[in-house]
């Protein structure tokens, strides 16, 4: 039976509940245009005892970024099964998945926000990006790449971000789109590199060599030969 007697929270519950509260608010919202009395309402709490668990808006900002960082670099985690363009297609799915749930609160991540020019806040994108490129390379099976193979990874992931957010501003483009274009250029990215590098073309020779005519690279091939026809 329910009494109405409302149970006190520990401090790391609470500051666990206000961390979701924020990151619920900057999903809808840009974090500039949320408050600190709006957080406390959301939370049922009173504005001073945020104070208590935060020191101001931007430690309590800068800890629902973590959790949102540490959120948006585990959607690129995938099991090394399969071929590698399914794999990066699930990926990519995952992260526009972040991306629809999240957006005023990606954009703040990816473009500084309030905290813009905070060094936890550029750290924070920091480590996602890392850690992207971490997995990427796990995936391609080469923990120490080529130089070629470093840019073609690093390029491809700000390409997937900097088209995330061209892609929240009016969401023109169908989200499958573009995650297929993706999965697209980062073949074309890593070909390029291939005609320049034999190390990064021997590489690719045995990556395609797995992948099936009607995955999301051969899918590629089927379409620039179409071009070119």
């Known amino acids: 039976m329910n009494t109405g007697v409302r149970r006190r929270m520990g401090v790391e519950e609470r500051r666990r509940q206000l961390i979701g509260v924020a990151l619920e608010l900057f999903s809808q919202r840009s974090p500039d245009d949320v408050s600190i009395d709006e957080i406390a309402s959301a939370a049922g709490i009173s504005r001073p005892l945020v104070y208590h668990y935060f020191p101001g808006k931007l430690s309590l900002y800068e800890a629902a970024l973590q959790r ?7 959607r690129f985690q995938e099991p090394r099964v399969g071929p590698l363009g ?8 995952r992260f526009f998945d972040f991306v629809d749930e999240h957006g005023p609160g990606f954009s703040a991540l990816m473009r500084g926000g309030p905290a813009v020019g905070s060094s ?29 193979l470093e840019l073609v990874v690093r390029s491809w992931i700000s390409l997937a971000e900097s088209t995330a957010l061209i892609w929240l501003d ?24 291939a005609a320049h590098d034999e190390e990064t073309a021997a590489l690719l020779r045995g990556i395609f060599a797995d992948e099936p005519g009607h995955g999301p690279f051969g899918d590629l091939v089927a379409r620039l030969v179409a071009l070119a026809s």
Request: aromatic letters at 2%.
């Open 120 to 148: 936890r806040t550029n750290a924070l994108v920091d480590s996602v990006r890392q850690a992207a490129r971490d997995q990427i390379l796990w995936h391609l099976g080469v923990p120490a790449p080529p130089v070629r």
């Open 170 to 193: 009016g969401r023109r483009i169908p989200r499958a789109e573009l995650e297929a274009q993706l999965v697209h250029d980062f073949a074309a990215l890593a070909a390029v590199s």
């Open 86 to 93: 399914g794999r990066l297609l699930r990926v990519m799915r």
């Open 68 to 74: 949102a960082s540490d959120d948006l670099a585990s």
